[in-house]
């Protein structure tokens, strides 16, 4: 019988049954994958505090700046949103890599977004189908998660403050916590019984 | 830029709000039960904004006195005082 000990032994991987389906749903929607085990109550806290990280985030990296250039002309720029993938492997590639891997080498930060599942989906139908003569976006999503245009970046990085930096942040380890969660589906908690149970357990 | 969030202050809005997300999704992927997961919740959370504060305090220093000695001194105390709490946590 196991003693009570701090922090409580955790199962070894072999004994545990991997859940893939669970993973599955988790990647596509935080905490779907528990809420489908019959972990209700963890699947809505997954599902609320990441979907929070990443929306805030969201939020948080967008924005319209208006900058006047003289009496009458006044310029708008539009940010949707900070998840995006860039086509910029042309501009920057020194380790000559595949196309798909130096646009992410170049924007780093979609390799953690994208572990969120379907909400950072659109940012991947924008790269896919990314068109610079369209000036109001994809027909079907618009500028949703859509890669902003170099001027309107610029116009709202010398306006902003440190919004903008944190924003990306919040949507990035969003991305990052789901993986942790993901496993957590896929192979349970990493103590999956406490202290208290197992005295429980061994009375 | 957000007429929603204009003049307010990320360090009492957003900062606070992402150790809250951080520490619960953290907690929750380590324990199943309720009352653990609120616990460890809880002392992350803790960890994480003494962290920060310890990193607030080492940039404050270095602002201060312009130069990297008391920065780095300031540094040292704060990690070996880390060091004795963890210590002290794990002491039976």
């Known amino acids: ?203 | 830029m957000h007429t929603l969030l204009a003049g307010h202050n990320i360090y009492f809005v957003e900062l606070p709000l992402l150790i809250l997300l951080i520490s619960l999704v953290y907690s929750a992927t380590r324990f199943e039960e309720w009352r653990a997961i609120l616990y460890e919740a809880i002392r992350w959370g803790l960890r994480l904004t003494l962290f920060l504060i310890a990193i607030g305090i080492v940039l404050y220093v270095l602002h201060y006195f312009n130069s990297l000695v008391p920065a780095l001194f300031a540094a040292f105390v704060l990690a070996v005082f880390f060091v004795a709490l963890n210590l002290r946590q794990r002491s039976p």
């Open chain 1, 1 to 203: 019988m196991s003693s009570a000990v701090s922090p409580p032994k955790a199962l070894p991987l072999s004994d545990r049954p991997s859940d893939l389906t669970a993973a599955v749903l988790s990647y596509l929607i935080p905490g779907l994958g528990q809420i489908y085990q019959g972990r209700v109550g963890k699947g809505i806290l997954f599902f609320i505090c990441i979907y929070t990280l990443f929306f805030v985030g969201l939020y948080l990296g967008s924005g319209t700046v208006r900058i006047k250039r003289g009496e009458d002309i006044e310029e708008t720029y539009t940010v949707s949103s900070n998840v995006y993938l860039p086509d910029t492997a042309d501009q920057n590639n020194p380790f000559h890599l595949p196309r798909l891997a130096a646009n992410l080498y170049n924007r780093p930060q979609f390799v953690g977004q994208f572990w969120v599942g379907v909400a950072a989906w659109p940012a991947i139908w924008q790269y896919l189908n990314y068109d610079r003569r369209q000036e109001h976006g994809d027909l079907l999503l618009g500028d949703f998660e859509r890669t902003p245009s170099e001027a309107a970046l610029n116009a709202l990085h010398t306006s902003g403050d440190k919004l903008l930096e944190l924003a990306w942040v919040f949507t990035v380890i969003a991305g990052v916590l789901n993986i942790m969660v993901i496993y957590d589906a896929l192979a349970g908690p990493a103590f999956p019984t406490t202290q208290g149970n197992e005295n429980k357990t061994t009375q």
